[in-house]
């Protein structure tokens, strides 16, 4: 089956660093996305990556490891508004988003 | 209108009543997809469209219809509501259905079947 793996819930302070990991198995690979969603809100897309590699967008940037079935969401000098949820997706073979549950991060003051 | 809308914000429906839930984008994109979110659950694709007239299943289509008569719109109808379907649904469309293509959500319906 496919199968897309993320932490439930991380706590980081405000002005430090997060790392969001996410493993995947799925049929097929054809790119990871990262959206972020707010609490009752609808998700937006932050990033993409189909190469293996790290993708740099301002404060958030987000890693590739293909061969691991591995990616990672990194957020710089945290901020209260980056409280959300992070959402992690793979397309498939079929070209369809396979997505994890979500990753809800608490920041503190 | 600007990107995606979604009517009705939210609903309270009896258990065997039809129900149809509204999305249009001003987008002019291709592909558009239903999902549903519920709690400790990945958002799970009920239908798509990858252009209009055409439709295809995704992975929890049971219970669930739509149609795609133009590029626009997408309605989404619930048969005969159960209360398994308590969910919030979202609207998305993208460009195309490629790799690379980012999907762009509508605001949601919260949807609560009695």
């Known amino acids: 089956g496919q199968n897309i793996d993320q932490p439930t819930e991380m706590t980081a302070t405000e002005g430090a660093i997060v790392q969001i990991n996410c493993t995947y198995q799925?049929?097929?690979?054809?790119?990871l996305f990262w959206y972020q969603q707010h609490a009752g809100e609808a998700p937006t897309f932050l990033s993409y990556?189909?190469l293996d590699g790290l993708e740099e967008k301002g404060r958030f940037s987000s890693f590739l490891s293909r061969s691991k079935g591995y990616s990672y969401l990194l957020l710089k000098e945290l901020q209260m508004k980056d409280s959300a949820s992070y959402l992690c997706a793979v397309r498939d073979s079929n070209y369809q988003l396979i997505w994890g549950a979500g990753t809800k991060l608490i920041i503190k003051p | 209108i600007a990107g995606i809308t979604q009517a009705p914000t939210s609903q309270i429906l009896a258990a065997g009543r039809r129900m149809t839930l509204r999305c249009t984008q001003d987008m002019r994109h291709n592909a558009m997809y239903w999902y549903r979110q519920d709690l400790g659950l990945g958002l799970r694709l009920i239908h798509y469209?990858?252009?209009?007239?055409?439709?295809g299943k995704g992975e929890v289509p049971d219970g669930y219809s739509v149609s795609r008569a133009n590029t626009d719109d997408f309605p989404l109808t619930l048969a005969s509501a159960v209360p398994s379907q308590t969910s919030v649904y979202f609207c998305a469309s993208s460009e195309a259905s490629g790799a690379s293509n980012e999907q762009f959500f509508g605001p949601g319906t919260r949807l609560t079947v009695l």
């Open positions: 990556n189909v």
């Open positions: 469209s990858n252009t209009a007239g055409t439709t």
């Open positions: 799925t049929s097929g690979f054809n790119g």
